[in-house]
Every structure is written in C-alpha cells, then in structure tokens.
C-alpha cells in the first residue's frame, strides 16, 4: 500500500501521501494522515498505520549534539533511539539479531532521508525519493519532469497521480505538507540547547 513522495527544494523538504489503508484485495481510504511534522522532522510512512501512530505520537527524537551533521545524527541518536521505542511499543522485531521496522522518509535541517526495514539510513543523490508501493510510478514521474520549472508541491502532487494511476493500492486524497530548514534559528538553537522548530 501506499505512496510517500519526498522533494527538497531551497532548503524546504516537500512531502506528500495518498490515503489508501490496503489489506489484501480490500482498500479503505484513511482519515488519519500517512505525512506529517512533528518538532524539526518532517515523516511520512509506509509499511503499517501503527509503526505511523507510533512516530506520531510515542518517539522523541533526541536533541543533537552541537556539531553533528545531520546524515551521521539520522544514522546514530535519531535510529538508535527510533530502534528503542518501536521495541518499547512492541512493533520492532528480531529475527537473527536483525532488528526489523518498516520504511519511511524523514525531512530534517534541509535534507531528505529514507529509513529501510532495517532501519538503515540513506540520503539519494536525487533532490526526491519516494516509498510504498507506488514508488516506481511517482519516481518515473519526477524523473519526467525533473527540468521543468513546475513548483515542488504540484510535482509531488502529478507523482502520486502517475503512482494510483498504475498501482491499486494508491489513492487520493492527497496531502502535501512542507518544513522549511531556518539556518539562523537552527544556530540559536544551538547555543542556547534548544531545538527550533
């Protein structure tokens, strides 16, 4: 199920959901929003509602330590303690010393992130990336106009209408939320330990 779309643009992540609930051939469109920001992230989910339910509303990210660069805080203090609260929640799993989770795009400070099932981080060299089972139609679609001067909101909004065009369990509405990333309240923030939003 599913469709997330994620695009930076100017510093500002752009990020964008379809409402499809998918169990087998049944398909419910959800009220409760696949894409949302929570503090300095942006997220937006596939894989369960719950794991989403429990970024939303149970997981504190932590507060960086001054100098950290955002790639090596995603892949160290915010996963780590991502990994202890899905435990804590009983969504985690362990298969073989594997921890298992499911998949999501996070926006922080002006960058883009794909978390994976085994909670990997990475960062595409693309300025977009997408999740869910529409991701091939939405990425196809973002590559097709990826020199035109169409703003970020409505490229995101044309990738998730390629991706429930072609794949059945994508479907509107569609919510498009967006986190600008301000350098001069991140640096204040900094000084005095707080986080800015």
Same mark, same amino acid.
């Given at each position: *199920?599913?469709?997330?779309?994620?695009?930076? $643009?100017?510093?500002?992540?752009? *990020?964008?959901?379809?409402?499809?609930?998918?169990?087998?051939?049944?398909?419910?469109?959800?009220?409760?929003?696949?894409?949302?920001?929570?503090? /300095?992230?942006?997220?937006?989910?596939?894989?369960?509602?719950?794991?989403?339910?429990?970024?939303?509303?149970?997981?504190?990210?932590?507060?960086?330590?001054?100098?950290? /660069?955002?790639?090596?805080?995603?892949?160290?203090?915010?996963?780590?303690?991502?990994?202890?609260?899905?435990?804590?929640?009983?969504?985690?799993?362990?298969?073989?010393?594997?921890?298992?989770?499911?998949?999501?795009?996070?926006?922080?400070?002006?960058?883009?992130?794909?978390?994976?099932?085994?909670?990997?981080?990475?960062?595409?060299?693309?300025?977009?990336?997408?999740?869910?089972?529409?991701?091939?139609?939405?990425?196809?679609?973002?590559?097709?106009?990826?020199?035109?001067?169409?703003?970020? /909101?409505?490229?995101?909004?044309?990738?998730?209408?390629?991706?429930?065009?072609?794949?059945?369990?994508?479907?509107?509405?569609?919510?498009?939320?967006?986190?600008?990333?301000?350098?001069?309240?991140?640096?204040?923030?900094?000084?005095?330990? $707080?986080?800015?939003?």
């Amino acid at each position: *199920m599913t469709c997330i779309v994620g695009m930076v $643009h100017n510093k500002t992540v752009y *990020m964008g959901a379809d409402s499809a609930g998918v169990a087998g051939f049944d398909i419910r469109t959800r009220k409760d929003p696949k894409v949302f920001i929570s503090g /300095e992230f942006i997220i937006g989910y596939t894989s369960s509602f719950r794991m989403g339910q429990i970024l939303r509303y149970s997981f504190s990210p932590p507060n960086p330590r001054e100098g950290v /660069e955002p790639y090596k805080y995603m892949c160290t203090e915010f996963i780590d303690t991502l990994i202890s609260t899905m435990k804590e929640k009983g969504f985690a799993t362990v298969d073989n010393n594997e921890v298992r989770g499911g998949i999501f795009l996070v926006g922080y400070r002006g960058s883009l992130f794909e978390v994976e099932s085994d909670f990997q981080v990475g960062e595409v060299y693309k300025n977009y990336a997408s999740v869910g089972c529409g991701e091939a139609y939405a990425l196809g679609a973002l590559y097709s106009i990826e020199k035109s001067d169409t703003m970020p /909101e409505e490229r995101i909004k044309i990738a998730l209408s390629a991706a429930q065009e072609f794949s059945a369990g994508v479907r509107e509405p569609f919510l498009v939320e967006k986190k600008a990333f301000n350098q001069s309240l991140e640096t204040d923030g900094q000084k005095d330990g $707080h986080r800015s939003a």
